[in-house]
């Protein structure tokens, strides 16, 4: 399966959420050539919060309050609310009366077969000899398809209105009993398929034996997407935001202070992903990688720039590339015995493991192991319990703060560190911690969080120039 010079293009959920413009920007335009391309689509935006969890604040969607199995009328309503909001989303693209029919029917036919198929097995498991436990994952991986199937479906139709041969790919498995690895779910779907005469909507989740929830939650997209990009032997893999990768927000510093990173290499991708600003997941990057496909990161709405290329060339002059920052938790295990004893850290690591928490950097010494988190608050307060049980002798405590960091392919030489530490010590903001792994692509500095903005705004103004203060934009 190998499609001569074409490309794999992945549109996220808050861009597909505008996708009418996306058909004078990137789909259509002035482009000569509107075939060749492959697209791998998130859901809309926010309909899989609505199906899984708000991915920021863990409030539950359909599944979470369907797995606390308190409420019923919870997730049937919440269901409802899933069904509403797609259709409010289709009908912000199509016009057509026969097009809306046809996504009212896709959404009517999905939602009610997911409610029946959940009542069903609800009622299988109050028997007894089925836990619905054993099922959830399952049930993940059926509601994570339900989104992505319904912004595929609805792009084809915009774009065939619009004069343009498109095909929805669904790699769901909706109603499919064939038992699939990912690679044969997508040489099943692509088999008959020809880009040079019609544009390919892929959905962005696909359901096979592997599992991808189970083994990538929700980066699964950027799974298939890499897949299908090595697979077909893509020319090039296309990731388009609703904005260019930049040297920070610019909503912070200012759009007139920040630069777009221009170039980059996947060191400085894994470091975006561990701050939770993923340009792509980082095993989709190895997939990448290893097939020898170029990687780049566009704004979906400027189609003319050519963005950001990711690949593996080092820099030959040392720069900070980009500053960021994330709200975490800082989780302290203070016991005075510790020194000499083995085990407290894999035990800890279990626990945050079990608890599925994102360890974004840790700290040690003597007798205290320090975590910084990025998770729910409720998320720590069970990992908290459960260190407490585990070790009553120690001292637990938990502490809110944020993490800023520098990132770049090479910082030797620069005095990250040191400059850091001046610059905000003369800025009056308090510096909780600070590290500088020997590999110098990062260093990061601890603080309070309302002291988050002004410290991104202090760094990028040291490495790149003058900043807009975070205080002066607040107080206007």
């Known amino acids: 399966m190998n499609f001569p010079e074409h490309t794999v293009e992945k549109i996220g959920g808050t861009s597909m959420s505008r996708a009418r413009e996306l058909v004078d920007t990137l789909f259509i335009g002035d482009r000569k050539d509107v075939y060749n391309r492959i697209f791998v689509v998130s859901a809309f935006g926010g309909i899989t919060n609505l199906l899984l969890e708000d991915k920021k604040t863990g409030e539950p969607g359909v599944y979470g309050l369907f797995a606390s199995g308190e409420n019923n009328h919870a997730w049937l309503d919440k269901l409802t609310e899933v069904g509403d909001a797609m259709r409010e989303a289709h009908r912000a693209l199509l016009e057509h009366p026969g097009d809306l029919k046809e996504a009212d029917d896709f959404v009517r036919d999905r939602i009610e077969g997911a409610r029946s198929c959940l009542l069903d097995l609800q009622r299988l498991c109050s028997y007894g000899h089925f836990r619905l436990s054993e099922h959830m994952r399952i049930i993940r991986e059926l509601l994570s398809g339900l989104g992505e199937a319904h912004s595929a479906l609805s792009s084809a139709l915009m774009l065939r209105r619009a004069g343009v041969e498109a095909r929805t790919i669904d790699l769901s498995g909706w109603r499919d009993e064939r038992e699939m690895s990912l690679k044969e779910r997508i040489e099943s779907g692509l088999q008959d398929a020809d880009p040079s005469r019609e544009i390919l909507i892929v959905t962005g989740y696909a359901q096979c034996r592997e599992g991808l929830m189970k083994e990538y939650d929700r980066g699964y997209s950027e799974v298939t997407f890499s897949r299908i990009a090595a697979m077909t032997g893509a020319r090039e893999a296309i990731i388009h935001k609703e904005f260019h990768l930049s040297s920070a927000d610019p909503k912070l510093v200012g759009m007139e202070n920040v630069r777009k990173l221009g170039h980059t290499n996947y060191d400085v991708a894994d470091q975006l992903s561990n701050m939770g600003m993923e340009a792509i997941h980082p095993k989709a990057a190895r997939t990448l990688r290893q097939a020898q496909v170029p990687l780049r990161v566009t704004n979906a709405f400027e189609p003319k720039d050519p ?116 610059a905000l010590d003369e800025k009056g903001i308090e510096v909780v911690a600070a590290q500088q792994p020997p590999r110098l692509v990062d260093v990061q500095f601890i603080v309070p969080r309302d002291q988050l903005d002004d410290t991104i705004c202090t760094m990028h103004d040291l490495f790149f120039g003058r900043a807009s203060k975070a205080v002066e934009k607040k107080a206007a």
Request: with cysteine; hydrophobic share 40%; charged share 20%.
């Open 307 to 422: 963005g950001t290329l990711i690949d593996d060339q080092p820099t030959n002059t040392p720069a900070a590339e980009i500053v960021c920052g994330l709200d975490i938790y800082a989780l302290d295990l203070f016991e005075q015995d510790m020194l000499g004893v083995k085990g407290y850290d894999s035990t800890i690591l279990e626990i945050l493991r079990r608890h599925n928490v994102n360890i974004v950097s840790k700290t040690s010494n003597a007798n205290t192991i320090t975590h910084f988190l990025d998770a729910s608050f409720k998320a720590i307060r069970r990992v908290e319990r459960d260190l407490i049980e585990t070790y009553p002798n120690a001292d637990v405590s938990v502490r809110a703060l944020s993490l800023a960091s520098v990132i770049g392919r090479d910082l030797s030489g620069l005095g990250v560190l040191g400059r850091g530490m001046t």
